[in-house]
């Protein structure tokens, strides 16, 4: 069962614009990850945010975690053709496992 | 390179037929996972490993797939009978000691015909 809804299900923007992805989840967590995937390829870890964080930046990427709405969202900022993939938003309960959601397509037109 | 390694990378089979994945996970990564991905879904998750301790499997799992970690090294993931609903993407992932954080390989991708 997937634990994470990502929203939109997909994104379509042109190079240089910000792109923001959402996710939202149903059980209390102890962090969340956000990976990428090429088409056909496997995930890369992106970032990953604690449940007592609020706000982590890595480089381009900026993601926020709302324990108390169940969300967090994904900006990558000044988005170039190369983040063209799949983002997926990955839970973990204290388990050690992640579960993913469905994920968002990000589509950037160079 | 020292990341994840799956083989095959490809294999189509015949239904009925038994298929068998191996994965070669990052040196010291004592965790490793298996998941299942179909088009425009999320990697499902299937069954994990610490160390050669299969801890956790997935409800989902029917009895026909098996895993194994032998001496907490190497992963093979074996589907016997297979059937067209079979056919996905089996992705491996592994995990250091004491972080959440997986690192995937490139994924077996199965066709059943």
């Known amino acids: 069962s997937q634990q994470g809804e990502e929203d939109p299900q997909a994104l379509s923007i042109q190079e240089g614009e910000n792109a923001t992805m959402n996710c939202s989840y149903k059980?209390?967590?102890?962090?969340l990850q956000w990976y990428r995937q090429n088409s056909g390829r496997g995930l890369v870890h992106l970032i990953l945010?604690?449940?007592?964080?609020r706000e982590k930046h890595s480089g381009r990427l900026r993601v926020t975690l709302d324990t108390s709405k169940k969300s967090s969202s994904l900006l990558i900022t000044a988005s170039r053709a190369a983040d063209t993939a799949s983002y997926f938003c990955a839970t973990d309960a204290g388990s050690y496992i992640p579960t993913f959601g469905r994920g968002t397509s990000l589509i950037v037109h160079p | 390179d020292t990341g994840v390694s799956q083989n095959p990378r490809h294999k189509i089979t015949k239904r009925g037929q038994n298929v068998t994945f191996r994965c070669d996970p990052i040196?010291?990564?004592?965790?490793l996972y298996w998941y299942r991905q179909t088009l425009g879904q999320g990697p499902e998750f299937l069954t994990y490993?610490?160390?050669?301790?299969?801890?956790?499997k997935s409800r989902l799992l029917s009895d026909r797939f098996s895993a194994e970690r032998p001496k907490g090294s190497f992963s093979t993931l074996e589907i016997q009978r297979t059937e067209q609903g079979d056919s996905a993407m089996y992705l491996c992932?592994?995990?250091?000691?004491?972080?959440?954080?997986?690192?995937f390989g490139q994924g077996t991708r199965l066709t059943v015909v």
């Open positions: 059980t209390s967590i102890n962090n």
């Open positions: 040196s010291e990564h004592n965790r």
């Open positions: 945010i604690r449940s007592n964080e």
């Open positions: 992932a592994s995990s250091p000691r004491d972080r959440t954080e997986a690192f």
């Open positions: 490993f610490q160390n050669e301790a299969q801890l956790e």
